[in-house]
């Protein structure tokens, strides 16, 4: 099964930057949507935002406009932009491809590891 590989992940300091890159196989990553989630020490993952393969883009309401989503289909690549970061922002980040459904794809990976200190 096709697995996407994360990274760009580190350390940052409140109310810092980073961005998150995210690697597919060729067609596969071009022809669907590309979702971004994370998950927190002692939480569940959840979905932070999504983008199709034309450019659309959805976001987690509690992360509009400090997070976006983009993504360069000649690279094979897509990427996510964090803003302002909050310590509430610490945990592992994956990207997985989602069908129409919203249904995962491809394996989850190992995922970028983000830590916000206060």
């Known amino acids: 099964q096709v697995q996407l590989v994360e990274s760009g992940g580190g350390l940052v300091q409140t109310g810092g930057s980073l961005r998150l890159s995210c690697a597919g196989p060729?067609?596969?990553?071009?022809?669907?949507?590309m979702g971004w989630y994370r998950q927190s020490p002692g939480k569940q993952r959840e979905w932070v935002a999504s983008i199709t393969r034309d450019g659309s883009t959805n976001y987690a309401d509690s992360l509009k406009g400090r997070f976006t989503i983009s993504r360069d289909n000649a690279k094979n690549t897509g990427y996510l932009q964090m803003n302002s970061l909050k310590p509430e922002d610490t945990g592992a980040y994956y990207c997985?491809?989602?069908?129409?459904?919203?249904?995962?794809?491809?394996?989850w990976g190992q995922g970028t590891q983000v830590t916000v200190s206060p």
């Open positions: 997985v491809l989602l069908t129409s459904a919203g249904a995962t794809m491809t394996r």
């Open positions: 060729g067609f596969i990553f071009r022809l669907n949507t």
